[in-house]
């Protein structure tokens, strides 16, 4: 971890059973961040918190979160997002069934179900998910999360996570790589690279590249 911190890379922690012993190791090694929080991990104990316990209390790591509603359940996304706050990064666990048809398909050569955005396996057990990310935008917010922090949960803090300044944000110098939301959440128009590539009501096409 330290030979990857000290090239670059950002190093992320995630499906272990580590002990939190060993994770607070790790994040003195460089770990940054943590994989698919609550997700195949040492499940948080009083007694012995695991890798839970360190990413919800120490303030160095982002904590990966797939917000689609059905790999954590609500109370524990509203612990999490209630405890780290502006460390949270959503994450979908998409998969190439995102945006596909519902019912019986196969990725990767693995027969699977896909229903209300749940990938599941035919011994019945999650793999992966067919949601997007403006959909766990809106799930978090309708926990109670402020929507500019929902947001932000899902742009800013990924791209603090990478060092990258040029994404996450709106102002001089950054990517004009933009996602527009009405007021109910969902996508009306996207922009990569200063060009309107989405518009679903025909309004922003007239905007300047």
Known sequence: MRALTAAGVVVSLGHTDATATEVRAAVD??????THAWNAMRPLHHREPGPLGVALTDDRLTVGLIADGVHVADD???????????????VTDATAASGGPEGTSSLAGVPVTVRAGEVRNADGALAGSATTLDACVRHVVGLGTPPAEAVAAASRVPARLLGDDTRGSLGAGARADLVLLDDELEVRAVVIGGRVVVDHDGRFAAVPA
């Open 29 to 34: 090694a460089g770990a940054r961040a943590v």
């Open 76 to 90: 524990v996304l509203r612990l999490t997002l209630d405890r780290a706050g502006g460390r949270v990064a959503l």
